[in-house]
């Protein structure tokens, strides 16, 4: 039976949303399924289940909505790492008689899977379906994804820590345990305010991160997902705008030494935790053992900056796993990109890595 975890918000798994799907409920009046599949015919493939549905609309990630669509989605739209293509949710009115709204949310229990981006439409329909009823979140066994959820929502709603929203959440279910990817996000959702911040350093990173594993796995890389060329006028005047409007000093910005066009913003920089010098690098760990390899002075400093993939990277857009990047005004070399990683002369291993060598561009304010 599901769990009650706050007033009409309760937690529980497959089992128990099948049960309500088919035989009502007097106190649960909506749905939030977190499953791999958004689709009612996970239930079918399950245990053989037929469960009457209307689509109320498919919303994917971009904002695109089905014809039936009759919400406002405009909220949908920025949707960070999801590619442009991917179904974000599905909303429907399920089981006996239709009086169950159903939210199918796809989203697999695994640690690389990108719940941060699907967090801010769950917690809509969570506080829209509270107002008019009660919602069960479930998942298949009702202890990582559905819990993950509702960790972040108690984290928002009630200003916690995730710890101290995940201790709450087992005093109501004690046997929930998300995932180690999943209490990683959280972590990041709680160093970012309790909510999706695509400007944080930590998302952007974060953003890299999911970009380089969907590379990896073959997937195709959406380039709307690349960060804005900053040597567009009107990109970089926007930048600007918005940074002076919000009191913020101009950011600093990275130029071609040879044309002097902007090749990326100090917001575009993803930073990373310096290594040892040339202690970290493979051939030198092999040759420590002697005494007279040492290297305790080397100047570890980096000799490049790492940044996020640009729309001016056209080696880059054009799907290439490593390569040269060159300034698409002079074609100069500025640096290079490879997709399962480089390391920088500090050590520290960086992956996927965009590298521009300080050597080759200039740092100025626009």
Known sequence: MPYRVRENLYIGNIGDAAEILQNGSTEITHILSVLSSASISFFSEWKGLTIPTKEIKKVYAGGSGGASASEDDSGDRKMGCLVSDKLLYLLEYAGKDLKLVRMGV??????NEDLLDHLDVCFDFIDRSRKEGSVLVHCFAGVSRSAAIITAYLMRTENLSQEDALK???????FVC????????LKMYEEMGFKVDCASPIYRSFRLKVLGESYHRGDRIDSSKFGADPGVAGEVASGVEAASNEGKTVTPAFRCKKCRRVVALRDNVVDHIPGEGEQSF???????SNSYNKYEDSDSECSSIFVEPLKWMTAVEEGAMEGKLSCVHCEARLGYFNWAGTQCSCGSWITPAFQLHKSRVDVSTI
């Open 168 to 174: 709450s959440l087992r005093q109501s279910c004690e």
């Open 178 to 185: 998300p995932n180690d990817g999943f209490l990683d996000q």
């Open 282 to 288: 493979g051939w030198r760990k092999r040759k420590s």
């Open 106 to 111: 796809p989203l697999r229990d695994t640690e």
